[in-house]
């Protein structure tokens, strides 16, 4: 089965083949490393050590393999910052959609159409796990900006 596999370090999710009988523990050892854990998209949950197949895994599902089992996210906007912390496997988007919501800075429809999520100034693919964004102390600072700005 084809899985796509998100990992520090890798520059987008790589495409592996694994068999569906293995298990999670089979599968780290193939693709992560000794203390490494592994979620899928936007689960909270780990992956129990069984078989692939009998844990909701199914061809082309996003795996995310990583030591953080947890990251601490704090994203800036209008010289504020609100912090949250969420699983390594959660998107850039599920990030968005708490800091632009009402329990993060509030932005009304049409201001949250017009902002996206940046780190460095480089604005952030909605489907990138932040668990891959991370620092090695498993900490995340965004920035909550205009996708476009006019420079006067």
Known sequence: MELFLHKKGFD?????DVGEDITVTEFLSLHGAPESSAWLENDDELIADEKLSSVG?????????????????????????????????????????????????????????????????????????????????????LDLAPKERHEG
């Open 12 to 16: 987008g999710p790589q495409l592996v």
């Open 57 to 141: 895994v199914v061809e082309h599902s996003h795996i995310h393999v990583g030591r953080c089992r947890e990251v601490a996210v704090r994203v800036r906007y209008g010289g504020e910052s609100k912090e949250e912390r969420f699983r390594p496997s959660a998107t850039v988007q599920r990030v968005f959609d708490w800091a632009a919501g009402p329990t993060g800075f509030n932005l009304d429809p049409t201001e949250r159409a017009k902002h996206a999520l940046f780190l460095k100034k480089v604005e952030l693919d909605p489907d990138e796990h932040i668990g891959v964004l991370a620092s090695d102390e498993c900490e995340l600072t």
